[in-house]
């Protein structure tokens, strides 16, 4: 809702650089996106590597990464852009590797397989795969501070049944300091895609990382927690960190105790002692009259949320980027996110507003004002947004999940049901349109069937039930 052929045909081979428009504030940050799709080999093309590469570059080209992204890379394809990662890397540079394909370990090493390996046998994984313990070392030795590697390679393949009798998953990797790895499932298993254009995986991986104030380390524990808990623990993915310096995907976020997923309510003031009972004999009070604050207005109460708000360091670093240019389209859709976030939907979508008057393609963006359109009431103009996004991205499951919402608080259950089916249809394990489809069939008369999708979703997320309460839904 928020704030993703079997014949031996010629294959399409692309590797698109792409530069964020503002450089990142806490150093070169550069990343290496690899979404491998079609493997002669296969059966069938996978679905989800490409649009999974594509998504994951985005959200790092927003938060300052120098992306270049490859999608379906033969060996020589993977060794150029592994060799361009290289030279880019600077002393005390981040380094990111993002790979979505198939892995085979191979000797206790992991190894990311290009879309023309010819495996046979063990051997041939060690010569014609990429090694992650080679890659990273490398990466270490140009001088690189922080090292990220985020794999989802744990898939059956059509190699190892050539050379042994079962799926040996992904190996742990003997890394340098300063690294973190995290691979979609545990080591040495393996799971199936499930059906979707897009991974359980990566779905909670960009979820977490749109989260403002959180260090690395703590986006990928909640983004394992997530995996683990929408799969009911069939998929548990796998992290490795020796991580030696605070570091964030969003650049200049604060961090926070890892304990900490949000915010506590100040606790409330105590209640003044009861007044002693008046004498029976003593005249009643006169009836006391509330004088009511005069009514707050909106441009007022905006102004005070962003004076509230402007100290926070994840907002405070993305003003003064605009400060220093104003039409710098990612901050303006960054700070809209953090300010949704933080319940201040006026102000984010102001952000979106803009983020769309520079980029009037930007599909998250009308995406995001729809949710947060749809949060605060403006139902009409969140479905317009909505449609938007739609058009331009017909099968966009946030999009069809937002829709959902809005035509859910807008009372059209029948459409509710429809775009919630979609979403699900896409990602069956997407909690919001589960409890969403439960709600609206359960106002259509579907009791029993409703019932079963709430239970079902508040299993997944037993938090569900507030998030739509604080948008409104009950």
Known sequence: ?????????TLIV???????????????????????????????????????????????????????????????????????????????????IFFSGFGVQSSRQS????????????????????????????????????KIALIDASRRNPFERRFRSF???????????GTLVMYSAALSSVISDNGSDHSLFVQELLKEIRVPDLMAEETLNRTRVGVTRASRSEQVPWISSSLAE???????????????????????????????????????PPPKVEVQPPAIK?????ESQAIALADDPTIKSLTARL???????????????????????????????????????DVEAFNNRCWARTVIGDLQAALKDCNEALRMRPNFVDALDSRGLVNL???????????????????????????????AKKRSGEIAAGDLDIANAKAMDPNIVKEFADFGVN
Do not use: C, H
């Not at 928020?2 to 031996?8: D, E, G, S």
């Not at 799926?167 to 300091?177: C, D, F, Q």
């Open 1 to 9: 809702m928020r704030i993703r052929l079997a014949l031996l045909v």
């Open 409 to 439: 608080k807008s009372g059209m259950t029948k459409n509710a049901i429809a775009d919630f089916d979609a979403a699900l249809k896409i990602n069956p394990r997407l909690t919001s349109s589960l409890y969403g489809r439960g709600l």
């Open 14 to 96: 692309s590797v698109t650089p792409m530069v964020p428009s503002g450089a990142a504030d806490r150093g070169d940050r550069f990343a290496l996106v690899i979404g491998n799709s079609k493997y002669p080999d296969a059966e069938a093309p996978l679905k989800e590597p490409v649009n999974d590469a594509r998504d994951v570059a985005d959200e790092l080209k927003r938060n300052g990464f120098n992306v270049e992204v490859g999608e379906n890379l033969t060996g020589d394809a993977m060794r150029r852009a592994f060799d361009r990662l290289y030279g880019r890397i600077k002393p005390g540079s981040v380094a990111l």
């Open 111 to 146: 190894y990311m397989i290009p879309i023309d390996a010819q495996i046979w046998t063990e051997a041939d994984v060690r010569r014609d795969g990429f090694s992650l313990e080679t890659v990273l070392g490398e990466v270490n030795g140009r001088g690189a501070g922080v």
């Open 298 to 302: 909106p441009a007022e109460k905006n």
């Open 246 to 284: 605070d570091f964030s995907f969003i650049p200049g976020a604060s961090g926070r105790p890892s304990t900490a997923v949000a915010a506590l309510p100040a606790p409330p003031a105590p209640e003044p002692p009861p007044l002693p009972p008046l004498p029976r004999n003593d005249p009643l």
């Open 167 to 177: 799926s040996a998953g992904l190996a742990p990797v003997i890394a340098p300091n």
């Open 323 to 361: 400060a220093d240019n104003p039409d710098d389209q990612n901050a303006l859709y960054r700070r809209g996110q953090v300010y949704a976030s933080k319940g201040a939907y006026a102000l984010a979508i102001k952000d979106f507003d803009g983020s769309i008057r520079l980029n009037p393609k």
